[in-house]
């Protein structure tokens, strides 16, 4: 594939901010960026003291992302949560000795506001989607740091913990009420604003606290939410606890699920040094990938590359690489990829995941990896790959995997292939090239260290037809398989030579930008899930798609819609068909 | 409740046809109607020879439901679902003798186009919704008649199975294609029409075919769909035939599948005699169940009649009833006012079920169905009852259940208010009247006979924190438990006295009439559905409601859209930011 200079003198010039939103950002930004560090934080104060550690949420009502609005009450944008997502894979590798978290309020009397209501209302659909869904993945990521890395989380609501600010909670292990006749949690969007909570909270009230459908829909439609002792009966916090004892208990139950916690025994973890890019019209470069925009074919080419020297010595030598060890390195820089394209690049259609290097190399880290598989930091790693791969499947751009001599599309990075909606593997050699023929290999990571948001890892919910597919490709671990015989065992989709490669490859692509974009989002959204469904994957597919939709009907953003006229002092006007 | 006469001569002045759809019904139809019979058919031929009946498929172009288009190719529109539906129904009451049937065309070259897309695209938001939920019922309803009835399913396609043609054979358990070059199966939703295919094609692609994902994903965004070895390679089909071969491979199948049948060996059905019903300005008349519009207030009450008789003395005598049959004819008339409300009355923001007769005499009919539910009718009769509480469920309006004095939610009945989004039960008795305090009974019925599309039971999803929960309600199995005895078990959700009782209803039901009807039916759709997901749910959940943003998008809907451009050789305008 090759993008021809016609094709880039012909695109329309765009600023990177073009697509972002339909307000300016804040500050000066020409983008939204999702690199941050503690030191930099607006919002979160991030306290650690022996095993436990607490963030604070103390939003700084003026740190806005974008221009047009105050962040009160603890409300937050997506700035405010790229934060939250940072500190949580800091309490990860940086704090390995922390055993349980806090979360709790700054501020007196309000514990968050939720998402913020102006910056909704003038927010581009687009974004307002794309914010969900980083916040859900955020909450996800909280759930997950609990569920597999041992880290308890708890949440003390002292105030009011309103819609998204009752979400965090729900995604807290453990939430602590106090009961002082006027703090509550609730859920306000839908009788406040005609829109769902959008962050996990009905799916998490429903199937993760399993509270009553009855009880469910009168708290959800009541818009000063369950307080004290009817919010405990009713399953929507663990305890309610009078405010002359709230801190005693915030401490008590911190040090309980601290000392029940699995977590290993590490004492110091390692830094997340900030990464390095370089950002340019084109593209953005970083130490071990590449992204580069074609603008006029709307392609976003990500091109991963293999590691520079051999897997370290040991684990010790692997810690004192730290956040230079080839595969931490990759996982965060392709996040920071994938999530710079879905919010700042609207307009690419199709992702292209390409790779250079030794897929040999690949399988010796893999090695290494699974060598010291219950070393906190390599657990920690594995863990990060699973929610970038998590992140890659529920981003709504056709992904496609060119597998091409040269490429080193081995274990974890097979998994790109696997999530993608097809993969193109060269059969033979491109002609005057006189680099081997392209292989792909699976290793142990492809069988089980990646499941999907299904529960599923890529290679069973791709062979959910016929387990006896899976065993096959299982026989073949470790092996470097060429195109014939990853077509045999179904490990890409089509296996053309050079003769047709380009041509396919090309109307592929061409298909792919020609298509409507909404269509081909709810498309991959339907198809990349087959199998059993999740409190995460009901979250991304039935909530999220309810609340798009809502998000785009009149009643919520038309002018006379409850978002346009919040804070107005008219109410909106509805048109009243049920659908 | 009382509806004050004030309100009615407030609301606007209704015609019946008003909320259909943006165009008027053909034929100076005044609304649309479910009841049909195969003497009445305009597009399909139900044909019974012995033990395999044949539907044949053969669209009558000018026979359509709205005004402004013709039903080329086999395409549908609601009115030829409709006669589909009743043709199933009458499948399974009128000739239980029949164990498989084939779904084929009665045209030559083509199978079905799929819904007609000058209809999809002239059709309110509201009934093309409404309309997808209805056929996807109606696929549903084939499956349940071959996994639970054991009328085996053949879908033989001489021609083109394009878009909704297609789904249908989806719904089949096994299909086969000619194989003669140009016969293909195909959902091109998405590359003509910028929609996705509506009818569950997507879901049971993935996961009742299990398609492979990238397979899936090629097959979608082909406009000329996949024929031949391709299409039996790629499990899209499950047999595929020359010409020369079809007929009789069909004839063949249909022999095999009904001689592996588990059907009964019942010779002869019933009569499912049309409905006695009388539609009046502000209700509609039914033998044991009447609805009543309070358009003000936008509430349509549902009254169901407890019986008039005690059961028939014997299986033989329940047979002789046919029709008349208390339980059957009080399916028949709900499912058939349901989904009146659906289609017609968009205006409706909530259902109010209510019901008066005697609990005991309702045991009475438990009783006699539990006793004979091997008989096939009896089975029949709970299948039914099944889908039309499944159509509840799936009923976007705010369901809300009054049990007061002289109310029988007893058994089935009772499962109208586990369906119910709340459920108020009068403590005590209303002052002035002297009936004895409402009781609500729970029976065998409501422990299994009647899943949801989560596959659970209402009790079951109801309880799902707490499995206990649901064994203490089992314990009280056949008793008439009082408001305090039904709150306790927590079987309602509000027990209010005579003092409270009206505040609290009209409050509730005013409230949900100012809401946004949208966030409603979001939030409904969330809340109802907690535990387990299938394919059925998947449909409902996913892949609807990704449809129904898809519906409402610019690049589909707007004045470039896809579905307005279609057919007039101009190409669509699309907003390519992905979202």
């Known amino acids: 594939m090759h993008y021809s200079t016609a094709q880039r003198v012909e695109a329309p010039a765009m600023t990177e901010a073009h697509h972002v939103a339909d307000r300016?950002?804040?500050?000066?930004?020409?983008?939204?960026?999702?690199?941050?560090?503690?030191?930099?934080?607006?919002?979160?104060?991030?306290?650690?003291?022996?095993?436990?550690?607490?963030?604070?949420?103390?939003?700084?009502?003026?740190?806005?992302?974008?221009?047009?609005?105050?962040?009160?009450?603890?409300?937050?944008?997506?700035?405010?949560?790229?934060?939250?997502?940072?500190a949580i894979e800091r309490?990860?590798?940086?704090?390995?000795?922390?055993?349980?978290?806090?979360?709790?309020?700054?501020?007196?009397?309000?514990?968050?506001?939720?998402?913020?209501?102006?910056?909704?209302?003038?927010?581009?659909?687009?974004?307002?989607?794309?914010?969900?869904?980083?916040?859900?993945?955020?909450?996800?990521?909280?759930?997950?740091?609990?569920?597999?890395?041992?880290?308890?989380?708890?949440?003390?609501?002292?105030?009011?913990?309103?819609?998204?600010?009752?979400?965090?909670?729900?995604?807290?292990?453990?939430?602590?009420?106090?009961?002082?006749?006027?703090?509550?949690?609730?859920?306000?969007?839908?009788?406040?604003?005609?829109?769902?909570?959008?962050?996990?909270?009905?799916t998490r009230v429903a199937d993760k606290r399993k509270v009553r459908r009855?009880?469910?829909?009168?708290?959800?439609?009541?818009?000063?939410?369950?307080?004290?002792?009817?919010?405990?009966?009713?399953?929507?916090?663990?305890?309610?606890?009078?405010?002359?004892?709230?801190?005693?208990a915030v401490a008590a139950r911190a040090r309980e699920f601290a000392a029940r916690s699995r977590r290993g025994d590490a004492k110091e973890g390692i830094k997340l040094a900030p990464l390095a890019r370089s950002f340019s019209p084109d593209g953005v470069e970083y130490g071990s990938l590449a992204v580069a925009f074609d603008r006029g074919a709307r392609i976003a080419t990500i091109t991963l590359r293999g590691p520079?020297?051999?897997?370290?010595?040991?684990?010790?030598?692997?810690?004192?690489?730290?956040?230079?060890?080839?595969?931490?390195?990759?996982?965060?820089?392709?996040?920071?990829?994938?999530?710079?394209?879905r919010l700042n690049e609207f307009d690419v259609a199709a992702i292209v995941f390409k790779s250079s290097g030794d897929p040999g190399e690949i399988i010796a880290y893999e090695q290494f990896l699974d060598a010291d598989k219950d070393h906190w930091l390599t657990r920690e790693i594995?863990?990060?790959?699973?929610?970038?791969?998590?992140?890659?499947?529920?981003t709504s751009r056709s992904l496609v995997t060119l597998i091409e001599p040269g490429s080193c599309f081995a274990g974890t990075l097979a998994e790109l292939a696997f999530a993608s909606d097809?993969?193109?593997?060269?059969?033979?050699?491109?002609?005057?090239?006189?680099?081997p023929p392209a292989t792909v290999a699976l290793t142990a990571a492809n069988f089980g260290a990646y499941p999907m948001s299904n529960g599923l890892t890529r290679l069973a919910s791709r062979f959910l037809a016929n387990p006896a597919d899976l065993e096959a490709a299982n026989a073949e671990r470790g092996k470097l398989l060429d195109a014939e015989a990853a077509q045999r065992l179904g490990l890409v989709t089509f296996a053309p030579?050079?003769?047709?490669?380009?041509?396919?490859?090309?109307?592929?692509?061409?298909?792919?930008?020609?298509?409507?974009?909404?269509?081909?989002t709810g498309l991959e959204a339907n198809l990349r899930f087959a199998g059993p469904e999740t409190t995460e994957s009901k979250i991304f597919a039935r909530l999220s798609a309810w609340q798009n939709w809502i998000f785009q009907r009149p009643n919520a953003i038309g002018e006379e819609g409850a978002l346009k006229r919040y804070g107005t002092g008219q109410k909106p006007a509805f048109d009243t068909r049920r659908v």
């Open 382 to 394: 594995r863990h990060l790959w699973k929610r970038v791969l998590k992140r890659v499947d529920l």
């Open 214 to 248: 009855d009880h469910a829909d009168f708290f959800c439609t009541t818009e000063e939410g369950v307080k004290g002792k009817r919010a405990l009966d009713w399953r929507l916090v663990d305890e309610v606890v009078p405010s002359s004892k709230f801190e005693e």
């Open 24 to 86: 300016p950002l804040a500050d000066g930004r020409t983008r939204i960026d999702f690199q941050t560090e503690p030191s930099r934080y607006r919002h979160w104060k991030l306290k650690v003291d022996g095993d436990v550690a607490t963030l604070f949420l103390d939003v700084d009502e003026k740190g806005t992302l974008f221009e047009g609005y105050d962040l009160k009450l603890n409300s937050y944008d997506l700035g405010v949560d790229i934060e939250l997502a940072d």
């Open 91 to 202: 309490l990860r590798f940086e704090h390995p000795q922390v055993r349980a978290v806090v979360l709790r309020s700054g501020k007196p009397r309000v514990f968050c506001a939720g998402a913020n209501i102006r910056m909704l209302a003038g927010a581009s659909h687009a974004h307002k989607v794309n914010f969900c869904k980083f916040t859900n993945e955020t909450r996800n990521g909280i759930e997950d740091l609990s569920g597999n890395s041992g880290l308890a989380t708890i949440c003390a609501i002292n105030g009011t913990a309103a819609g998204g600010g009752y979400e965090l909670a729900l995604a807290a292990d453990h939430i602590i009420l106090v009961d002082d006749g006027s703090s509550a949690v609730s859920l306000p969007e839908l009788p406040l604003l005609a829109v769902l909570p959008g962050t996990g909270g009905l």
């Open 308 to 341: 520079t020297a051999a897997p370290p010595a040991s684990a010790e030598a692997m810690v004192a690489l730290g956040a230079a060890f080839w595969p931490l390195a990759l996982a965060r820089e392709l996040d920071d990829a994938i999530l710079h394209i």
């Open 497 to 520: 030579d050079d003769i047709d490669w380009d041509d396919e490859v090309r109307v592929f692509l061409e298909e792919r930008a020609s298509f409507s974009p909404d269509s081909l």
């Open 422 to 435: 097809r993969s193109y593997m060269l059969l033979g050699r491109h002609e005057g090239d006189n680099k």
